[in-house]
């Protein structure tokens, strides 16, 4: 897939937000194709298969949350990034846990959102690819043999936080939030502060600066997020038109 052949529904019902991501993406190198309701979207998604969806969560005919649940119940197996003016904490983590990739709140920046599409879209594609060793600057993670190395040294894990840590690595990139990791690791509802405890430990063992960290950072409120891998050049799209 090069960037740009990858086709981009955004569904939003603010002609002005639509004008200023067919303006600022279409520089980017991507095709863009619009739908302002969820019936619209419905349809679109089935008649023009586009690789990835900005969705924004107020539509005025069905919420965002209840379109990214039934397309995810399909299961529709595409990235999906929340575009949203909702600041609240319950609203964010609830599309994540719905199955969004990524939340980006308006307004916002078309470099930055370009970043946030580039990325969604390398893990997709690392998914499908099923690579076992995760590399991201001198942390290496061996998905099969459960090594942790952090600049060639071998870093030893409790079992908690290699859990944490192999969770954060399979969907790197993207917000993880507190309650699927103490679901996924813990296997229930638990205290959220068994897991800052586990993630306090995990940075002191990856992070040069465990106080300013580079690998694991903090969503407020939300969950955690881990740095992208390194790209692979497979997967790496061609410069955009506009650089």
């Not at 964010?92 to 078309?110: N, Q, S, T, W």
Request: glycine content about 6%; aromatic content about 4%.
């Amino acid at each position: 897939m090069t960037q740009s052949t990858v086709k981009i529904l955004v569904v939003d019902d603010e002609p002005a937000i639509r004008k200023l991501l067919r303006v600022g993406l279409t520089a980017e190198g991507y095709q863009l194709i619009e739908a302002p309701n969820a019936r619209e979207a419905l349809n679109l998604v089935e008649q023009e298969s586009p690789d990835l969806i900005l969705l924004d969560l107020g539509l005025p005919d069905v919420s965002g949350h209840d379109l990214l649940e039934r397309w995810r119940a399909q299961p529709l197996d595409l990235p999906i990034i929340i575009l949203s003016s909702r600041t609240d904490e319950a609203g964010i983590v609830r599309a994540l846990e719905c199955g969004a990739d990524d939340y980006v709140p308006k307004p916002f920046g078309i470099k930055e959102l370009a970043a946030r599409i580039r990325v969604a879209l390398r893990h997709r594609l690392q998914q499908q690819g099923e690579r076992p060793i995760f590399q991201t600057g001198a942390l290496s993670v061996d998905l099969v043999k459960r090594i942790v190395k952090v600049s060639g040294q071998e870093v030893k894990l409790s079992p908690k936080e290699y859990d944490i840590l192999r969770i954060l690595v399979q969907h790197a990139g993207k917000v993880i939030t507190h309650q699927h990791l103490l679901k996924q690791v813990w296997g229930g509802p638990t205290d959220v502060q068994y897991l800052r405890v586990y993630v306090r430990q995990l940075r002191q063992k990856i992070e040069q600066s465990p106080d300013d960290p580079h690998y694991i950072t903090t969503e407020t409120g939300v969950g955690y997020r881990l740095r992208e891998a390194d790209p692979d050049p497979r997967w790496d799209a061609p410069p955009s038109a506009s650089e």
